[in-house]
């Protein structure tokens, strides 16, 4: 089982609706990540974040609001979306590394969305 | 600029083939980290293996064994014996070994897989 825990697993929102997803993880890590991945394509990076300050954000529309309330914790707030959002969202946790060392991350089983 | 390619798109075998996933890699830097996840139809993105630059081991795991060679630029991933939960898509990803908070993986299209019975 994953250790990385992600809620809801399936989201029908509307364009004018809010919604946020959200995604914990127990495994002490402090780099959390959401990547978007559309069917048959490799996930792509939306934000990082390092020690629960924002460290990359791949210029993702505003309309996507992330949130990191603790090390545990990480939150994607959705506005406004467009049915061309409608993807997995998938979070991720690895270890920080001081120096350069990359380790590897690990996975949710994602958040399926669907805008109408 | 890194990059990395997943020349099959998808494969299928029969159950108990071997079938080997190719993994091919472009970047300038000396430093860097290779990794291999699968993705089942269930969604998640399961970690597989990593492996540095400087490790030119070919590592074994039950039926899974990886062969890096850095003279051809290839991270290659044999599944022995395949069996049927072994379908999934496999991704082959490329990172930097910088310092700081550089955490982009450069990611393979990926291989479908698909072990009939």
């Known amino acids: 089982d994953t250790e990385v825990t992600q809620t809801p697993k399936h989201l029908v929102m509307g364009m004018t609706n809010k919604k946020s997803l959200k995604c914990e993880q127990h495994?002490?890590?402090?780099?959390m990540y959401w990547y978007k991945q559309k069917a048959k394509k490799p996930p792509e990076l939306m934000f990082v974040?390092?020690?629960?300050?924002?460290?990359i954000n791949e210029s993702v529309p505003s309309r996507f609001s992330p949130e990191c309330p603790n090390s545990s914790l990480l939150n994607l707030h959705l506005h406004a979306l467009q049915p061309e959002d409608s993807a997995l969202y998938l979070c991720?946790?690895?270890?920080?590394?001081?120096?350069?060392?990359?380790?590897?991350?690990?996975f949710g089983q994602g958040t399926r969305l669907t805008v109408v | 600029a890194q990059k990395v390619t997943q020349a099959q798109t998808e494969i299928s075998v029969v159950e108990k083939e071997d079938v080997t996933l190719d993994c091919v890699y472009e970047?300038?830097?000396?430093?860097?980290?290779l990794f291999w996840y699968k993705q089942p139809p269930s969604g998640e993105l399961v970690f597989l293996i990593r492996?540095?630059?400087?490790d030119e081991q070919n590592e074994i795991s039950g039926r899974y064994s990886w062969n890096f060679q850095k003279s051809t630029s290839s991270f290659n991933f044999t599944i022995t014996a395949s069996q049927v939960v072994d379908s999934a898509v496999y991704f082959c990803?490329?990172?930097?070994?910088?310092?700081?908070?550089?955490?982009?993986?450069?990611w393979g299209l990926g291989t479908s897989l698909a072990v009939n019975p």
């Open positions: 990803a490329l990172s930097e070994a910088r310092a700081g908070n550089n955490r982009k993986l450069i």
């Open positions: 495994m002490g890590h402090r780099a």
């Open positions: 991720a946790s690895s270890q920080t590394p001081g120096t350069g060392r990359n380790t590897e991350a690990f």
């Open positions: 970047t300038r830097d000396t430093t860097y980290y």
């Open positions: 974040y390092s020690y629960e300050k924002l460290s």
């Open positions: 492996r540095n630059s400087f």
